[in-house]
C-alpha cells in the first residue's frame, strides 16, 4: 500500500477522533485541554487505531469486491475475444463499476453479433470452396494451413484438411512445394503443369498460387490444384489420332496420284501396264473409301448415337457377314463351321451388331492360315448371349492381345505387314459392343489361333 494512503487514512481517524473530542467539549461544558486530559491520551490513540483498522478492512472489503468484478470483466472479455458463448455481468446501479460492467456487456453483445456473421459467411465459404471443381488450399504467412478443400484430397490421394500444420509436411511433393516457395520469395503469382507419381496412378496437375495481400504485414497464398490427366490424354490420343490419320491416308493418295499420273503421261499406250495401273489405283481407292468410312464410323459414336433395337435372326446375320467374303474364303482354301442355331433370335440393333461380325469374320479370314478355319457359335442363356469368332491362324501374343483395340494399332508381324487394313475396325467393335451395353474379350495363342467372344444383354430395349 503507498504512502500517501496511508497517511490519508490516519488523517481521516485523527480528524474523526477530533471531531469526537469537539463534541466531548460543546456536551460537558468544559476546555478543549481539559476534554483531552479526561478522555485520557491512551484511549483517544487506541480510538485512532481502532478506526484506523476499520478503514482498512473496509476498504480492503471494496477493493476484494472491485477485483472481483475486475477479474470477471477480464475473463468475460476472454471469453469474447475466444467466441466463447457466455452470459452478460450483472452489476448493481449503486456500484461504482456500473458503468463499466455495461460497457463490458455491450462489447459481448457487439463481439457475439460479428462473430455470428463472421461464422455464417464462414460457413459459406467454405461450403463454395467444396462445391468449386478444384482442389484448394489456403496457406498463412506462417506457412500453415488455414484451410483446403475435400477436392484437394481426392487429387492428392490424401487428408489435407490439417490446419495450422505445414503445408509442405502435408503435401510432401517436391515440384507442388517449390512453386509455393517461389510464391513466398517474390510475392507474385505462379503457374505451371506438374507431373506427380501417387501409389495407384501418375497425375498431370494445372498448379496455380496465387499472392493475396491482407495488410502491409499480413497475407496469405492460395494454392489452386486442377487434375488435367484426362485432357492431356483425350489431347494426345486427338494428336496421335490427326497423325495416324495422315499417314494412313497418304499411302493411298500417293499411289492414286502417283500411278494416274503415269498414266497420263504415257502408260495409257501400254495397255498390260495400263491395266495394272489402273487395278492399283481402285485397290487404294477401296482401301481410302474404307479408311474414311471407319473414321465416319468413330465421329459418330458418341451418347447421342441412336439406337434401332428389333429381333434378329443371329443365324441369318450370320450368313449375311460371310457373304461378301466367299471368294477370300475359297482363294486361301478355308472351311466356315456355322454352329449357330436356327432357332436364335435376340433383341439387338441390327446395323452395329451386322459391323461387329463382319469385322471380326473378316479378320478371321484374313489372318487365317492357308486351309485354315473359321467357326462362328453363339448361344445364350435368361439374362445374356454370347457369339464367338475363331481361327486357326497366326494368333497374337500376350502385349499384342493388351493393345488390339486401340486405334490404328496393328501386330509389327510379316504376316500384318501383308495383310491390308485400317487398324480401326477391332476399336470401332469395341465402342459399339460397349454402347451396346456388352463386353468383348479376346483369347489368342501364337501360331494356333484367336476366339473373340462377344457378349451382350439378351433384352435391349429402344430409349
Not at 496469405?220 to 488435367?228: A, G, P, T, Y
Amino acid at each position: 500500500m503507498k504512502v500517501r494512503q496511508i497517511l490519508r487514512r490516519l488523517l481521516l481517524a485523527v480528524v474523526a477522533i477530533f471531531l469526537t473530542v469537539l463534541l466531548y467539549v460543546k456536551y460537558s461544558g468544559v476546555t478543549f485541554g481539559v476534554a483531552v486530559t479526561q478522555l485520557h491520551l491512551f484511549w483517544l490513540a487506541l480510538a485512532v487505531l481502532l478506526l484506523f483498522i476499520l478503514i482498512l478492512m473496509l476498504e480492503y472489503m471494496e477493493k476484494r469486491h472491485e477485483k472481483k468484478l475486475l477479474r470477471l470483466f477480464i475473463k468475460k472479455l476472454s471469453e469474447v475475444t475466444e467466441g466463447q458463448k457466455s452470459g452478460h455481468v450483472l452489476v448493481s446501479k449503486k456500484d461504482e463499476l456500473y458503468e463499466l460492467g455495461q460497457s463490458v456487456n455491450q462489447v459481448q453483445s457487439v463481439m457475439q453479433s460479428l462473430f455470428k456473421d463472421y461464422n455464417r459467411q464462414k460457413r459459406g465459404y467454405f461450403g463454395l470452396l467444396e462445391y468449386v471443381p478444384i482442389g484448394v488450399m489456403v496457406i498463412d504467412q506462417d506457412r500453415e494451413i488455414y484451410l483446403s478443400n475435400h477436392h484437394l484430397n481426392d487429387i492428392m490421394g490424401q487428408e489435407l484438411d490439417l490446419r495450422h500444420e505445414l503445408y509442405y509436411t502435408a503435401l510432401a511433393e517436391f515440384d507442388i512445394v517449390k512453386i509455393v516457395e517461389e510464391t513466398y520469395r517474390t510475392k507474385e503469382d505462379q503457374h505451371a503443369e506438374i507431373k506427380i507419381n501417387l501409389a495407384d496412378a501418375t497425375k498431370i496437375l494445372a498448379v496455380n498460387v496465387v499472392y493475396i495481400p491482407v495488410s502491409s504485414h499480413h497475407f496469405f497464398v492460395m494454392l489452386l490444384v486442377n487434375d488435367i490427366t484426362e485432357r492431356k490424354q483425350i489431347e494426345r490420343m486427338q494428336n496421335d489420332f490427326v497423325s495416324n490419320v495422315s499417314h494412313e491416308l497418304k499411302t493411298p493418295v500417293t499411289s492414286i496420284a502417283g500411278f494416274s499420273e503415269t498414266l497420263k503421261n504415257g502408260a495409257l499406250k501400254d495397255p498390260q501396264a495400263a491395266s495394272q495401273f489402273v487395278d492399283i489405283i481402285h485397290q487404294q481407292s477401296l482401301r481410302l473409301t474404307d479408311l474414311i468410312n471407319d473414321i465416319l464410323s468413330l465421329s459418330r459414336i458418341g451418347p447421342n448415337m441412336s439406337l434401332d433395337f428389333k429381333q434378329i435372326q443371329v443365324r441369318q446375320l450370320v450368313q449375311e457377314c460371310v457373304q461378301p467374303y466367299e471368294t477370300m474364303l475359297n482363294e486361301r482354301q478355308l472351311t466356315f463351321v456355322d454352329q449357330v442355331s436356327p432357332n436364335l433370335k435376340v433383341q439387338a440393333d441390327a446395323n452395329k451388331l451386322k459391323y461387329i461380325m463382319s469385322n471380326l469374320i473378316q479378320n478371321a479370314i484374313r489372318y487365317n492360315n492357308v486351309g485354315g478355319k473359321v467357326t462362328v457359335l453363339a448361344k445364350a442363356n435368361e439374362s445374356t448371349w454370347q457369339f464367338q469368332v475363331k481361327d486357326t491362324g497366326i494368333g497374337m501374343t500376350v502385349e499384342q492381345q493388351s493393345r488390339i483395340f486401340e486405334r490404328f494399332y496393328r501386330a509389327d508381324t510379316s504376316r500384318s505387314k501383308e495383310v491390308e487394313g485400317t487398324g480401326l475396325g477391332l476399336a470401332i467393335v469395341q465402342e459399339y459392343v460397349e454402347f451396346l451395353s456388352g463386353q468383348i474379350k479376346v483369347d489368342s495363342q501364337l501360331n494356333v489361333g484367336t476366339t473373340f467372344t462377344v457378349i451382350l444383354p439378351s433384352s435391349q430395349e429402344n430409349d
